[in-house]
T-cell receptor, first 114, second 123 residues
Framework: KQEVTQIPAALSVPEGENLVLNCSFT??????LQWFRQDPGKGLTSLLLIQSSQREQTSGRLNASLDKSSGRSTLYIAASQPGDSATYLC?????????????FGTGTRLTIIP | GAVVSQHPSWVICKSGTSVKIECRSL??????MFWYRQFPKQSLMLMATSNEGSKATYEQGVEKDKFLINHASLTLSTLTVTSAHPEDSSFYIC???????????????????FGEGSRLTVL
């Protein structure tokens, strides 16, 4: 059974700092890994999608890496801003063909201090 | 990006009634839809996976008779919470994807697209 863990569970940093969020998964047989952000009481916003054959994806100040063999992914946020405050979730898509399952991590609650 | 519409966004109902939540993919045909629930300050928990035209696959501990899922078309899946009780109050989110190689005009990236969620409060 796939298990996805995110460390740290909560993080507070001053505005302007660069930061890294970590995601680890136990079963490396995945189709892709996706990073999301969730604002309180709201749905999910997709940030980056990395296919299993890729090693990283970039969008603006965000960079996500994937090391499938070691079961790890990181989300790097450059020059953090107060608007980045949210809960960040990673999720891996795996399972047998035709019976795919998405497993979410436990989330990292990020607070950017102005 | 692709849009998934979830309706209603919030609903309040009396204990014992049934509530239906709809999840629609607006600009693509989704072969697979996932339903999640989320309790306050917790991560999303997968409830069930539904593939178009077949019965939903429920996760362990999720009552299939209580949470009825129908995925009758490639653009619509519904979750019905039957005989709702206060402990069913939660945030329910659906997601849709094209996973099994049926592109239907979109690239099959396996990317998931999420609805905005539905907050259910059972009195």
């Amino acid at each position: 059974k796939q298990e996805v863990t995110q460390i740290p569970a909560a993080l507070s940093v001053p505005e302007g700092e660069n930061l890294v969020l970590n995601c680890s998964f136990t079963d490396s047989a995945i189709y892709n890994l996706q990073w999301f952000r969730q604002d309180p009481g709201k749905g999910l916003t997709s940030l980056l999608l990395i296919q299993s054959s890729q090693r990283e994806q970039t969008s603006g100040r965000l960079n996500a890496s994937l090391d499938k063999s070691s079961g790890r992914s990181t989300l790097y946020i450059a020059a953090s801003q107060p608007g980045d405050s949210a809960t960040y979730l990673c999720a891996v898509l795996g399972g047998d063909w035709g019976n795919e399952k998405l497993t979410f991590g436990t989330g990292t609650r990020l607070t950017i201090i102005p | 990006g692709a849009v998934v519409s979830q309706h209603p966004s919030w609903v309040i109902c009396k204990s014992g009634t049934s509530v239906k939540i709809e999840c629609r993919s607006l600009d693509f045909q989704a072969t697979t839809m996932f339903w999640y629930r989320q309790f306050p300050k917790q991560s999303l928990m997968l409830m069930a996976t539904s593939n178009e035209g077949s019965k939903a696959t429920y996760e362990q501990g999720v009552e299939k008779d209580k949470f009825l899922i129908n995925h009758a078309s490639l653009t619509l899946s519904t979750l019905t919470v039957t005989s709702a009780h206060p402990e069913d109050s939660s945030f329910y989110i659906c997601s849709a994807t094209i996973v099994r190689g049926k592109a239907y005009g979109r690239s099959n990236t396996g990317e998931l697209f999420f609805g905005e969620g539905s907050r259910l409060t059972v009195l």
